[in-house]
Every structure is written in structure tokens, then in C-alpha cells.
């Protein structure tokens, strides 16, 4: 009997001076998993993560245009230099330029999101390979670890890329051939215009009339925007004929009078379509309610 409770004892303080090393972690190890760690959250913190989420979200919201550049032409004066030479574009190679400029926005926002996909996995399977029980790390799972560390970065580097809309490939003369000898030679690029969005501290209805305003969200209220404007009653009754209407406006703001009162209105804006709109997928929406009168 005190054979066997010494055998206990003797068990029951190795398992103790076990606990107490697996408690106590190797300084070099401790060092080293904060550093890997800290290299993850420099290429892909938290943060930047959610801050790629909003940039596709507003990108999706976006409006795509076609800009068309000569290519002797500085950037900056495109818009003034562009008039003319849209007088020479033969319209039909120019609606295939559309199209192709449709199927890119379309890949590019696809692809976005398959790379943020990949960026969240990627840094998840990173953090998971550094577990907390781990007493040292080998040559071997060092070198793992790199790789991984550089696989993230070439995402990272291919989805900031796509985050900026590029030139579209033109295969074909869009001017068509004329008794001109010297036509000009073309660029064409994609650009962005944000979505535009309700005011909703702003934007009321009051009797039979409402006011809304609206914004271009993430830049400002550029001078060649305008505006699509409709407006829907709800909850019609079937005896009824719903009110509605739709208003083209160049500002940011529009009454609209005549409403019904004590009626619910959908109001919708989006901007309006133009011959260099390529995608625009986005229409806001608020709903308000006249009071009586």
C-alpha cells in the first residue's frame, strides 16, 4: 500500500512539472509567434478587410462610363478635347466597344469578390496555423508559414489592381475609313461615378407635396450628372389608379407638388442613361408618407 501511494505520488508530480512547461512557453517560440502574427495583420488586418468590403460594395453601387482619350491628348483636358471626336465614331463598332465594356465591369466586380473570398480564407487558414499549444517551430513549418505570407500578398496585390478600372482593349479602327488621311488614334478607359444615394435627414413629405435630396456618395455632385426621378403610390386600392410620375433634374434636390394627401410614395433616383453608360445596376429607394391637408 505505501509502495502504490508512492507510485501516486511520484505520477501525480511529473504530471504537475509537465503542466507547469507546457505553461510556460519557450521565449524565442513567443517571439516568434507575435511576429508571424503581427506580419499577418500587416498585409491583411481586420480592418483592411472590412475596408475592401465597403470598397467593392460601393463599387457595385457604382456607374461604369466608357471615357474616350486620343492618345496625343493629355488626360486632364480629355473631356474637352473628346466632343468632336465622338462625331467621328461609327456607331456600330462603337455599341460593340459598349458591350465588351458591359462584360468587363461585369468580370471585374465578379472577380473582386472571388478574390475578398480568398482574402478572408487565406488570412483565416493563417491565424488557425499558429496555434497557442505549439512549443516551437520548426524549419520546415517556418517555411510554410512564408509561403502562405506570400500567397496572401499576391492576392492582395491582384485585388488592389482591380479595385481601379483599366483601358478596354480596342481590336478594331472605331473610326470608320474616310477621305481623311490622318485619323486620330484612340484610348478608351473605364470611369467610375458613385452611387447616388436619398437623403434621408433631408428628404420629406408634407401634405401633398414632398422634397428630396440626394447625394453622390464618396464624391462630389459632378456638373454633367442628372438625375432619373420616380415616383410610386403604394397601397392602392383596387378601385383605384396609383399616382405616379417620373422627373429628369441636373440638381440634387426636386419638390414635387400635387402628391395625394395621407398616401403612401415610393421615390426611386438613379442617373439617367447616356450613350458612354455601360453599368449601372444601382437605384435608391426611400418611401415617405403625405399628411392631411
Not at 502504490?4 to 508530480?13: G, L, T, V
Not at 478596354?168 to 475609313?177: G, R
Not at 454633367?224 to 405616379?244: C, G, I, Y
Request: glycine letters at 4%; one cysteine or more; aromatic letters at 10%.
Amino acid at each position: 500500500m505505501a509502495e502504490a501511494a508512492s507510485n501516486n505520488d511520484i505520477s501525480s508530480s511529473v504530471t504537475t512539472v509537465k503542466t507547469e512547461q507546457d505553461e510556460e512557453e519557450p521565449p524565442a517560440v513567443s517571439r516568434f509567434r507575435k511576429t508571424y502574427l503581427k506580419l499577418i495583420d500587416d498585409h491583411m488586418s481586420m480592418a483592411t478587410l472590412r475596408y475592401f468590403e465597403d470598397r467593392l460594395e460601393l463599387l457595385r453601387k457604382s456607374s461604369f462610363f466608357i471615357i474616350i482619350v486620343p492618345k496625343k491628348v493629355l488626360f486632364g483636358l480629355q473631356y474637352v478635347q473628346t466632343i468632336s471626336t465622338m462625331l467621328l465614331l461609327d456607331p456600330e463598332r462603337f455599341r460593340r466597344m459598349k458591350e465588351i465594356g458591359t462584360d468587363q465591369t461585369v468580370m471585374q466586380l465578379f472577380l473582386l469578390e472571388k478574390y475578398l473570398e480568398e482574402l478572408k480564407k487565406s488570412r483565416a487558414e493563417l491565424v488557425e496555423m499558429v496555434p497557442s499549444n505549439d512549443r516551437e517551430f520548426s524549419l520546415t513549418k517556418q517555411e510554410t508559414l512564408y509561403q502562405h505570407v506570400s500567397g496572401l500578398k499576391g492576392l492582395l496585390d491582384n485585388f488592389k489592381y482591380l479595385l481601379v478600372s483599366g483601358p478596354l482593349y480596342i481590336k478594331h479602327q472605331l473610326i470608320s475609313p474616310t477621305r481623311f488621311h490622318h485619323l486620330p488614334s484612340l484610348r478608351m478607359f473605364l470611369n467610375t461615378k458613385g452611387p447616388v444615394m436619398f437623403d434621408r435627414l433631408e428628404s420629406m413629405a408634407v401634405e401633398n407635396w414632398a422634397f428630396l435630396s440626394w447625394h453622390v456618395s464618396g464624391q462630389r455632385l459632378l456638373t454633367d450628372d442628372s438625375f432619373e426621378v420616380r415616383f410610386q403610390q403604394l397601397k392602392v386600392q383596387s378601385s383605384e389608379v396609383a399616382h405616379s410620375g417620373v422627373y429628369t433634374v441636373e440638381d440634387n434636390t426636386l419638390n414635387i407638388d400635387n402628391l395625394l394627401p395621407q398616401k403612401t410614395y415610393m421615390f426611386s433616383i438613379r442617373r439617367t442613361k447616356t450613350c458612354k453608360l455601360v453599368y449601372d445596376e444601382w437605384c435608391d429607394v426611400i418611401t415617405l408618407s403625405t399628411g392631411g391637408v
